[in-house]
């Protein structure tokens, strides 16, 4: 929680420094104006105080109260003026005139292709204006393009200007048949091999070259020689994660994995994913928006030791001695030429081609490297949970659903009144979260969509969007935490007041449909070897019966204490060869959208656990598995149209509310315990 920050204004650099001296810090106010640099440029998180480690421990009252006066001084620096966008995309262009390119690409992703990227690299988000977590502008000297997949198609054309961009879809107007149409013969195309994987640049210099136009790695990319005020990178305190609630060693977790690279004849492994990083070392940070990582590389050996590549200024005291002497810190810098050591000899090296950047593979390459494209070596043993991972999940899903029947207790009295706004109701979820002492933020930036917004499938709310919920409408609220034994995602339809007779009928319909995919998920078995995308079908049915479906996925991968978005087990109609296996925490989440009128979804966590074969299944014949719901919160049965349900459907909701009831009771005031009965009273 929060630490107590004294309340002072700035003294000076002067004092500063007198303050610095006396704690025996061996910092200076240069040293510290530098750190906030970074600090300034990261997510404020739970604690805003929680910086101040990187300057010394057990810091002295008045001296945390200068460093945070200073931090609040610089924070209210009036920032630099910036461009519009059409200034933008016109500097742009200059710089690839310079540069003799004929058009670039500006992805979403960074160095690390993750979901979640730090003000530094929001490099599509500065040039158009677009918020979206995925897509790609293409620019050229006279066009420009913006592609967005299916969620983000209502949400870019509010966003990003039309007389500047053409709006595409990711997945239907292929990129590169739009960069054909827009250069000639010739043509030099230019992109950062930081930012694209090996993958895509293969398959974009080929599909290119089939017109005559070259793809052209650039040394440095345009954008950023243009963007006056570009932020530094983030600078968070890098922290260990208990043992406690990790479960296993990073000791461990380094010697199984370098026995199985040692058995392979490989050498090492790069790795780019932060989080996989995160969870090897049993370490976390604050780098970007609501997942703790810290942004680094790594390279595992298969002598179970690691290089790692990251701001060394990150490292308290207790980091530095929890990583200990196999674990080697270096600066990022430093990254190139331990790729050309690790490459010595024509080793075989391991690198993931779904997230490891053009920029690493063609170094090893030139450091004569025999690079080994596999998996990323942390992604499936992270994936399947360990028990008292498993044990901290539970328990965080228990509290958080303690948190969400306060809210709903009170969003029960207040929503049909109709003064609520969306960022209301956002804020009191917050709220009933932070009272949770292992709370470390949102684990997602909320989705509350009221009415209409509801239909755009990643809304986010803000002050210019913030609508009011309308008696008689319906409600859409996804929305997770992240606590230090767990992540959770949930998202709840709610009826805002009584639905308005003349939607009633077909939002019933609809949400019963969406809760019947819902259901058939949650309980199906299924033999081992099965994957989510053999799996998804089953969500879908209810929808397909009346002609209706959804465009997302129905399930993803979540980490513990982690990124609630987590390979590399999906459940979707996208094809995918991972099989589920014990352990695996996923999303059930399908889904109804109506553009313009409401949107419906149903999302608990679910577990995968082997079905233990002494009751029914005694003559299986193969491992059977099935799912065992994580997520503890009431189902709206104001939307529920009985009638549409099976009664062995009845019964699981029955059930799962009971279950719900027992867990949840212990912890709620008598006021919401009494409104969590009647919230769960038997269909």
Known sequence: MPSAIPSAAYRGDDALATLLTEAATGRSPADVRALLAGVLAAPEGEDPAAWSVLVGENLPPALTGQLQALKALLAAEAPAANPGPAQRLADLRAALKRRDLDGFIVPRGDEHQGEYVPPRAQRLGWLTGFTGSAGNAVVTSGHAAIFVDGRYTLQVRSEVPADLYEYRHLVEDPLTDWIVAALPEGGRFGFDPWLHTIGWVEKTRAALERAGILLVACEDNPLDSVWQDQPPAPLTPVVPQDETFAGESSADKRARLADELGQKGIAAAVLTQPDSIAWLLNIRGADVPCTPLPLSFAILSADASVELFLDPR??????????????????????????????????????????????????????????????????????????????????????????????????????????????????????????????????????????????????????????????????????????????????????????????????????????????????????????????????????????????????????????????????????????????????????????????????????????????????????????????????????????????????????????????????????????????????
């Not at 009011?468 to 767990?486: K, V």
């Not at 479906?549 to 978005?565: A, E, I, M, P, Q």
């Not at 999302?603 to 014949?621: D, M």
């Open 314 to 683: 990150k490292l308290a005291p207790q980091t530095r001695a929890h990583l200990g002497n196999q674990v080697r810190v270096r600066p990022v810098a430093e990254f190139g030429p331990a790729l050309d050591a690790v490459a010595r000899g024509s080793a075989r090296v391991l690198a993931d081609p779904s997230c490891t950047s053009a920029w690493i593979v063609d170094r090893l390459h030139l450091a004569g490297a025999r690079v080994e494209r596999d998996g990323d070596p942390c992604a499936l043993p992270k994936a399947c949970k360990n028990a008292a991972e498993l044990a901290g999940t539970r328990a965080a899903h228990v509290r958080d659903g303690a948190a969400l029947v306060r809210f709903l207790h009170w969003f029960s009295e207040e929503a049909p009144k109709g003064t609520l706004t969306e960022l209301a109701v956002v804020e009191r979820l917050l709220a009933c979260r932070r009272e949770n002492e292992r709370f470390r933020g949102v684990s997602f930036d909320t989705i509350a969509g009221a009415g209409p917004n509801g239909a755009i499938v990643h809304y986010r709310v803000t002050p210019e969007t913030d609508r009011r919920l309308e008696p008689g409408s319906i409600f859409l609220l996804d929305s997770g935490a992240q606590y230090l034994d767990g992540t959770t995602d949930v998202t709840r339809t709610l009826a805002v007041g009584d639905p308005d007779p003349a939607m009633a009928a077909e939002m019933r319909d609809r949400f019963t449909r969406v809760l019947k995919g819902h259901i058939a998920l949650s309980t199906v078995r299924f033999p081992r070897g099965t994957t989510g995308s053999q799996l998804d079908v089953l969500a879908r049915l209810p929808l397909w019966q009346a002609g209706l479906d959804y465009d997302h996925g129905t399930g993803h991968g979540v980490g513990s204490f982690l990124s609630v978005h987590e390979g590399p087990q999906r459940v979707s109609k996208v094809g995918n060869v991972v099989a589920l296996q014990p352990g695996m925490i996923l999303s059930n989440e399908p889904g109804y959208y109506k553009t313009g009128a409401y949107g419906i979804r149903i999302e608990n966590l679910i577990v995968v656990q082997p079905v233990e074969t002494a009751g029914e299944l005694t003559g299986a014949e193969r491992p059977v598995l099935e799912f065992e719901p994580l997520t503890l919160v009431p189902i709206d049965r104001a939307l529920i149209e009985r009638a549409l349900l099976s009664d062995a459907e009845a019964a699981w909701v029955d059930a799962y509310h009971a279950r719900v009831c027992e867990s949840l009771a212990p912890l709620l005031d008598d006021a919401a315990r009494r409104w969590l009965e009647q919230a769960t009273a038997p269909l």
